[in-house]
């Protein structure tokens, strides 16, 4: 739940006159009083019902008596007014729920004290489904002002223990909000209401930061960010000082009659000049397309896999300005994936994208430089042709990220930003489970001779033995073999590989372990393959790390490291 305490005034008829109305866009519904100081003040009802200014002024007049008493002593600004949203996932609470949580913040505030008799005059208004209007007249019965000192602390403070007694959604506040909150700037009930007379499901803000980012993703400079933009079809103007250095942006729909302009920052935060200034400095000296072609060069997909699958180490830590430029540039990423995917997955991604901007972006101020590995690559893959297997693998490994930042934001109790990440999964997922299939099926039709999956079936056994049995039933089995053939291939020992896959991504959870196996080993085996000498240590090795050990430490079983949480799949 969110307070909002408005400036205080002093025309108490006005401000009542404004909560009975029909609103700005015929948004107010079924206005009526759910409380008030003494639940016997007259209640005007909707602003077209018979008799309503009658009653509104009687209102006026109660609220207004002990105001006029106290005459020249009442305060400057004596019309206290807070309003109080519930969160867009939150239930539909009832007058009665709401009638409670009014009292409770005006006991908090010190507008009106439980038990108190002289306590200030005031009335909850409910004029939809998710939020109240209290409207306060700052005159106690003995004609002294309330004690009301850091009434906005004090109402958000009551509000958290409202969200635990109601079961509501948990918003950040205070050092919680400086980590959780989200930098997205909300449209306007105007902007909704402009979007559905147009036909629009997303308002001119969504539409216009959905495109500023993905153009953000792709660009590796700031003129190259302004021409995206304009080739995107925005209208797109820049500010420049008396010096001639640029000041700012702002930019507007092709389609959306007379234009109405955004700057980058009341887009979001982090899409103010400034900040688009500094992520673009942080971007990696971007490789041509000649020399990205260069077969040396590791794939800008697994270089983003690489980047991408330490996000969740980066997150324990307790460095904030590393943890959000990392996240920061991951949903660059995201926002870059449609451009790279198959048309029939763009729309799902793009979701996906969207989504995570709730999930995931903060307040805390992002140190860049931290970010750099996954922002070139990013930047590089521009000069990529699609890699269907590539995205696969990227997939594979953002959805892993998602649930770190799930499993972060619950365990500060950040309600939306869970909610928010659960969405981008649910995308993220889909997107996998589409283009999935096809690489497999690729890499399938590489398999290699009958004797030498059965070589690779019989160093499964000696290297996973407690998930060998399932792996060799997996659809992924043939595409497995086929990747280890091509490890091998480049120099790398498939026992090796295998290891190494399982130490760094445990199986247990895993719907199909296979297919998490085909992923790593597509990376590990992209790396230089070790010497000769490097083989015969890592050999060495392997045969003392995989000597078959049971839980009570005698020969029989090898058991997987778990070094990172599994993913449901």
């Given at each position: 739940m969110i307070a909002n305490i408005v400036k205080p005034g002093n025309h108490t008829y006005g401000v009542l006159a404004y909560l009975f109305d029909k609103g700005r866009a015929n948004e107010h519904t079924d206005q009526h009083i759910v409380s008030s100081w003494d639940d016997f003040g007259p209640d005007p009802g909707p602003w077209d019902s018979?008799?309503?200014?009658?009653?509104?002024?009687?209102?006026?007049?109660?609220?207004?008596?002990?105001?006029?008493?106290?005459?020249?002593?009442?305060?400057e600004g004596h019309v206290w007014h807070c309003s109080i949203r519930a969160a867009p996932e939150d239930r539909i609470l009832t007058d009665a729920e709401w009638a409670t949580i009014a009292r409770r913040v005006l006991h908090a505030t010190g507008i009106a004290p439980d038990g108190d008799p002289d306590g200030c005059r005031w009335v909850a208004v409910r004029h939809a489904e998710d939020h109240i209007h209290i409207v306060a007249t700052k005159v106690r019965g003995d004609l002294r002002p309330p004690r009301n000192w850091n009434d906005y602390r004090r109402a958000m403070?009551?509000?958290?223990?409202?969200?635990?007694?109601?079961?509501?959604?948990?918003?950040?506040?205070?050092?919680?909000?400086?980590?959780?909150t989200s930098a997205v700037k909300r449209s306007t009930r105007a902007e909704e209401e402009k979007a559905k007379r147009l036909g629009h499901d997303k308002t001119a803000r969504e539409r216009l930061r959905h495109a500023v980012r993905t153009a953000l993703s792709h660009a590796k400079d700031l003129d190259e960010f302004f021409n995206l933009l304009a080739d995107a079809g925005l209208q797109v103007e820049t500010r420049t000082l008396p010096s001639g250095d640029l000041q700012g942006y702002k930019v507007a729909l092709p389609d959306d009659g007379t234009p109405i302009w955004f700057s980058g920052s009341s887009l979001a935060t982090d899409l103010s000049l400034p900040q688009v200034r500094q992520r673009l400095a942080a971007a990696e000296a971007q490789p041509t397309a000649a020399s990205s072609a260069r077969p040396h060069r590791p794939s800008p997909w697994h270089v983003a896999t690489a980047a991408a699958e330490r996000i969740p180490h980066h997150l324990a830590r307790a460095d904030d300005g590393a943890v959000q430029a990392h996240l920061t540039v991951f949903g660059e990423v995201l926002y870059a994936l449609?451009?790279?995917a198959p048309v029939r997955l763009q729309a799902e991604l793009h979701r996906a994208a969207a989504a995570f901007e709730h999930a995931a972006h903060t307040r805390a101020r992002a140190d860049h430089q931290h970010a750099r590995a996954l922002r070139g690559a990013l930047k590089a893959m521009r000069y990529q042709h699609t890699d269907h297997t590539g995205l696969a693998i990227l997939l594979d490994a953002a959805i892993l990220v998602v649930l770190a930042v799930q499993r972060h934001s619950a365990l500060h109790h950040h309600d939306r930003q869970v909610a928010a990440a659960r969405q981008t999964l649910t995308r993220l997922q889909a997107a996998y489970d589409e283009i999935a299939p096809t690489s497999l099926a690729v890499l399938a039709g590489r398999r290699p001779s009958k004797g030498t999956v059965h070589r690779y079936a019989r160093t499964l056994h000696e290297v996973l033995p407690s998930h060998a049995g399932q792996i060799l039933t997996e659809t992924a089995w043939p595409a497995l073999t086929a990747t280890l053939a091509a490890a091998e291939a480049a120099g790398h020992n498939p026992a090796t590989v295998l290891q190494q896959a399982a130490q760094h991504r445990p199986l247990e959870d895993a719907k199909s372990?296979?297919?998490?196996?085909v992923w790593r080993i597509q990376r590990l085996g992209n790396r230089h393959a070790p010497g000769p000498g490097a083989r015969t240590a890592q050999a060495r090795r392997l045969r003392t790390q995989a000597a078959p050990q049971t839980d009570s430490g005698l020969p029989g079983a090898?058991?997987?490291?778990?070094?990172?949480?599994?993913?449901?799949?």
């Open positions: 018979p008799g309503h200014k009658q009653r509104l002024g009687q209102l006026t007049q109660a609220l207004d008596l002990r105001v006029k008493q106290a005459g020249d002593k009442a305060p403070n009551e509000l958290t223990a409202v969200e635990e007694d109601f079961g509501l959604t948990r918003v950040a506040r205070g050092p919680e909000a400086a980590a959780g449609p451009a790279h372990a296979s297919e998490v196996l090898f058991t997987p490291p778990t070094s990172h949480a599994g993913r449901p799949r």
